[in-house]
């Protein structure tokens, strides 16, 4: 459309000006939206309104919808009104006044105001492009010739002998609209990838922003109940300290006492048997015979064994203290009752032993007898065909996990092809599609030779690291919904996390392709 056109198309009928804010009524016509209302506010004691473009009726004031479309085209026209005026070139037919020009005409070698375009010659020879004053580009170098064509042959661009006498003769030609139309395909392909990329770009930014808020959300719970925590440990630590060293106290306190209070009474006897030895020395030295035999209560100073087993029996209970505290049992209960409060304050739970259920193991697989490891075997173990038994090298759990948080680890060491992971009962037990990993009922990490990945739903991350470990940990918070692996190293490495809603209860899923793997030990305690 020319720009003249344009630009009445653009003209308020109010005020014969370009729209500012431009709104509409039902009737569908355009007004400003100052324009409009001011009509309306003089409508409005007359008993109705109407519109000022088709005379509808209204029985109520009606309401103004701004038209966003509008006024984005109207900015658009203004943006082009200020470069035509920025550019420089003016209309050759206004000289009176300079008045920019919206056309060239490379024919007449002209350049045309929209006054000046509407009487302009229409002919086909009067080819008009954007103002410019370079025209020479427009034209052939050699005939002197408006460029019409262009080559495909040489890629250029060429006027009309250039294709009947000139050294393009006998090229494949396209007419300029023709090959300008092709580029515009080939570009509008290549935006519709571009934008494609873009809105892929802003999705990757999105997750990353809202997993970044996440993080930080988590990040701030955790600070506050780790800092909640670490407040309780603390006084509870110090609250374990008091009563240990008031155990400590106490018990030393009792010793004292009773050791002061038999030191007291040895004391005693001491002083007793010194006043004995006295007297039996004092006889001793008697030279009278008879005075010796006639001294009574030499019976009382001759018996020494009064009261000895028992005083030995104390001395020796006050020297090997059979009272004796022992710290490190009032310690380690003391420090239990602390672990056990840390395990309730994050609500952890403790399952039972995981151990392989037998009924889904694949034949070739071998399952120990205690049913924690399973390891390839040649040998067909000849269990009976079942729907819940694996037709490939894989098996689960007989236990599963439907809240809570728990942990287990595997010891991997002894194969080098092997899956590890999580998988709802209702997992395909036939075809590639029951594999751990391939189908979006489970979650698997995987190592094939030196190559680690994990995969859920048939879609794989490869991890860009070489694990260096015999064992890798699987973490499952059944309510957050989250299934993490870790790898057992110095220090642990966290390999990935799945998040997600889980709606069946979970079991330990394995796959073995050669060697042997193991589930360690009892489920445990985080």
Same mark, same amino acid.
């Given at each position: 459309m020319a720009s003249s056109n344009l630009r009445a198309e653009l003209e308020c009928s109010v005020c014969l000006n370009i729209y500012t804010d431009p709104v509409n009524l039902r009737c569908g016509h355009n007004f400003c939206q100052v324009c409009i209302d001011r009509v309306l506010d003089t409508q409005g004691g007359s008993g109705g309104y109407s519109c000022p473009e088709c005379r509808e009726k209204f029985q109520d004031r009606p309401a103004l919808h701004k038209n966003i479309t509008l006024r984005n085209i109207v900015e658009n026209f203004l943006s082009a009104q200020t470069d035509q005026e920025d550019s420089g070139v003016f209309c050759t037919h206004c000289v009176d006044s300079p008045v920019p020009a919206v056309r060239s005409c490379l024919l007449c070698e002209v350049f045309l105001c929209d006054k000046h375009l509407r009487v302009h010659k229409k002919s086909p020879e009067h080819i008009l492009c954007d103002p410019t004053l370079s025209m020479e580009s427009r034209k052939c170098s050699v005939h002197k010739k408006i460029l019409e064509y262009y080559c495909t042959e040489d890629n250029s661009f060429v006027c009309i002998s250039c294709c009947m006498i000139g050294g393009h003769k006998g090229h494949e030609m396209e007419s300029l609209d023709e090959a300008s139309e092709k580029k515009k395909e080939t570009l509008r392909n290549v935006l519709q990838k571009l934008l494609t990329k873009r809105e892929e770009t802003e /999705?990757?930014?999105?997750?990353?922003? /809202?997993?970044? !808020? &996440? $993080?930080? /959300? &988590? %990040? %701030?719970?955790?600070?506050?109940?780790?800092? $909640? #925590?670490? !407040?309780? #440990?603390? !006084? !509870?630590?110090?609250?374990?300290?008091?009563?240990? #060293?008031?155990?400590?106290?106490r018990w030393a306190e009792r010793i004292s006492i009773s050791t002061v209070d038999f030191t007291r009474k040895l004391e005693i006897q001491k002083e007793e048997l010194s006043r004995k030895m006295c007297q039996i020395e004092e006889l001793c030295n008697m030279t009278d015979p008879l005075t010796v035999l006639q001294e009574s209560g030499t019976g009382d100073l001759c018996d020494t064994e009064d009261g000895d087993n028992e005083d030995t029996e104390r001395h020796e209970e006050l020297l090997h203290d059979g009272g004796d505290l022992d710290v490190v049992g009032v310690l380690h209960i003391g420090l239990s009752d602390i672990i056990r409060g840390v395990n309730v304050f994050f609500y952890i739970q403790e399952a039972a032993d995981i151990l392989l259920d037998v009924n889904t193991a694949y034949n070739n697989l071998h399952i120990s007898d205690d049913r924690k490891t399973v390891s390839w075997s040649d040998i067909d173990q000849n269990r009976p065909k079942t729907p819940e038994r694996f037709q490939d090298y894989q098996v689960l759990s007989s236990q599963s996990f439907s809240s809570g948080r728990h942990y287990w680890e595997v010891d991997v060491g002894g194969s080098d092809r092997w899956t590890v992971g999580m998988c709802y009962p209702s997992i395909d037990r036939r075809g590639w599609q029951s594999w751990i990993g391939y189908n979006n009922k489970s979650w698997g990490l995987d190592r094939s030779g030196n190559q680690y990945e994990v995969r859920h739903d048939n879609k794989k991350i490869f991890l860009p690291i070489k694990i260096l470990t015999k064992r890798v940990r699987i973490d499952l918070d059944y309510e957050a919904g989250r299934i993490s692996f870790y790898a057992l190293c110095d220090p642990i490495r966290h390999l990935h996390t799945f998040t997600t809603t889980f709606t069946e209860p979970l079991h330990t899923g394995l796959y073995v392709g050669g060697g042997r793997i193991e589930i360690c030990g009892r489920n445990q305690k985080m």
């Open positions: /999705e990757r930014v999105q997750s990353l922003q /809202e997993h970044r !808020r &996440k $993080v930080e /959300e &988590k %990040a %701030a719970g955790d600070t506050e109940r780790v800092t $909640v #925590l670490f !407040r309780d #440990l603390r !006084r !509870r630590l110090e609250d374990l300290e008091k009563r240990v #060293l008031g155990e400590i106290s």
